[in-house]
């Protein structure tokens, strides 16, 4: 296993940037290229499934992977309704498979993706808790996850590759940017097989950016569990206690600028 943690670039400011996006698809301008999944947690979770909406508002590259809800309740979000993961076995699972919907995420061909969402945690002091992820670690299995490691003096984002058991490695944002409070707050991690020695990227709030180097090519193929949103696995493990709101998926890095835009001064935007 292989610990990573080295901080590089700064803050960014919506104000050193004169970028006009693209308007490839959406209301709202921004250029949706690679989008492949976009969840806005507003889909009634006693109802019906967590709807991936992004080839609803234009993307050609939506990968159509919908999630089964249990345990979750809808709730204020950032922006409209959230869905808050409770810890009463709160979960939402994909209903697609991951060999399919995911493959992009699994590196098999580009080995590119990035994902930004929402989190405001309902309580505090839990020590690690895992926000979206395929599998835990546990046993000889192969996949990713993101999650939120709040041991004490350390407070980060943990992202991870699992290619094998034995063969894996932990990414961590800057010690502190993800702090131990029932504050909203923006993740964002992206993966560049080629990307040299900043192939792994984490940053809270848009802020200062933490890279890391990968050693994994690729964890190629399919995990033994599906991409879960509040827990590690199914049945559920290191369940969140926390609301989700505005998550996306893209099979591409996306900018700085792009980054800060989805931040918004802290108040998220609406693709």
């Known amino acids: 296993m292989k610990i990573h943690g080295t901080a590089k670039g700064g ?146 984002v943990f992202f991870y590759l699992d290619k094998t058991d034995g063969d894996a490695e932990w990414f961590y944002s800057a010690e502190g940017d993800y702090p131990d409070t029932t504050d909203w707050r923006m993740v964002f991690v992206s993966f560049d097989a080629n990307g040299g020695s900043n192939n792994v990227q984490i940053s809270v709030n848009a802020g200062t950016k933490t890279t890391h180097t990968s050693t994994i090519s690729g964890i190629n193929g399919a995990s033994f569990n599906p991409m879960t949103f509040g827990s590690a696995r199914d049945p559920p493990i290191f369940e969140t206690d926390s609301i989700f709101d505005e998550w996306s998926f893209w099979n591409r890095v996306l900018t700085d600028e792009e980054v800060t835009t989805l931040y918004n001064s802290g108040a998220g935007f609406a693709l």
Request: charged content about 15%; aromatic content about 10%.
């Open 11 to 156: 803050a960014i400011s919506k104000k050193d940037f004169g970028v006009v996006f693209s308007a490839s698809g959406g209301g709202s301008g921004f250029d949706l290229t690679g989008l492949k999944a976009y969840y806005k947690f507003c889909n009634d979770p006693t109802a019906s499934n967590l709807i991936n909406q992004a080839a609803s508002i234009g993307s050609s590259a939506s990968n159509g992977a919908d999630f089964s809800n249990s345990n979750v309740t809808s709730v204020t979000g950032l922006i409209d309704e959230g869905y808050d993961y409770d810890l009463s076995n709160g979960q939402s699972v994909d209903t697609g498979g991951a060999s399919t919907d995911w493959e992009f995420m699994y590196n098999t061909s580009s080995g590119v993706f990035s994902f930004v969402g929402w989190m405001k945690p309902v309580t505090t002091g839990r020590s690690s808790n895992r926000i979206f992820c395929d599998c835990a670690n546990i046993g000889n299995e192969t996949g990713l996850g993101i999650g939120e490691h709040m041991v004490v003096n350390r407070e980060q």
